[in-house]
């Protein structure tokens, strides 16, 4: 597609399940992040892959949260045993590698994730 | 934690005035950027502006950088009812890696 995709766009889950969140970036783009936002708050980090090197995971709030990124592409971010504090917008972007053309970030719609 | 901090958190306006809004950061950066958000959902790119770099315009968008004081401001000049929108900067760390936001300012451009 021509942008970031996220899905689902909702999510309604019950305290203690498990959730995964999906997100095709812009296709060749070696950068991915996540970031978490509430409810009228900024972008909070999460995790950052770039090409094949060592994600950076250290906004990763707890270890119910992990990510991965398989063949360089899709991305799926999961959080195990979901709690309400976990409720947010969680935002995917993706942007080209360095040397390889702007360094902007293209942002999807986002999963708005409602535990209950 | 967040690299950018915003200032105002929220600014309200007539349509035609001028928006300024400021950010503050605190490590080296390669570039800033400033990113715009409608309905708290997907963030579109604004302007960028490197750090070899002072000033920097786009249409009625007007970007500044001083890397001495770690700042940074964006000026949105005769503002309209369709610039409502949340403003984030974010900054690009020296080392290359993760893009790291500020807190927003939420702008509204009242008709």
Redesign the interface.
């Known amino acids: 597609g021509a942008g970031?995709s996220q899905s689902p766009s909702n999510k309604v889950t019950e305290k203690g399940k498990d959730v995964e969140l999906r997100c095709d970036p812009i296709s060749g783009h070696t950068a991915l992040?996540w970031?978490r936002?509430s409810?009228?708050?900024?972008?909070?980090?999460l995790i950052?892959f770039?090409g094949n090197s060592a994600p950076?995971k250290s906004?990763l709030p707890s270890d119910r949260f992990s990510a991965e990124r398989t063949g360089g592409s899709v991305s799926t971010l999961t959080i195990q045993r979901t709690q309400q504090e976990d409720s947010a917008?969680y935002?995917c972007?993706s942007?080209r590698g360095?040397g390889q053309g702007?360094?902007?970030?293209?942002?999807?719609?986002?999963t708005r994730l409602t535990v209950v | 934690s967040?690299q950018g901090e915003e200032d105002p958190q929220a600014l309200s306006i007539q349509e035609g005035e001028n928006a300024t809004m400021n950010c503050s950061y605190k490590t080296s950066i390669?570039?800033l950027?400033w990113?715009r958000q409608n309905s708290?959902?997907?963030?579109?790119?604004l302007i960028?502006i490197r750090s070899n770099e002072r000033e920097k315009h786009s249409g009625r968008l007007r970007v500044t950088l001083d890397t001495s004081k770690k700042s940074s401001s964006l000026l949105i000049t005769a503002s309209r009812a369709a610039d409502t929108a949340s403003y984030?900067c974010?900054t690009?760390g020296a080392a290359?890696?993760?893009?790291?936001?500020?807190?927003?300012t939420?702008v509204l451009v009242k008709p």
């Not at chain 1, 409810?39 to 980090?45: S, T």
């Not at chain 2, 890696?97 to 927003?104: A, E, V």
């Open positions: 970031v992040y970031y936002q409810l009228g708050q900024g972008l909070e980090f950052y770039q950076d906004g917008v935002l972007a942007r360095w702007g360094p902007e970030a293209f942002f999807g719609q986002g | 967040q390669n570039n950027q990113y708290g959902r997907g963030l579109v790119h960028l984030f974010a690009e290359g890696n993760k893009l790291t936001f500020g807190g927003g939420r």
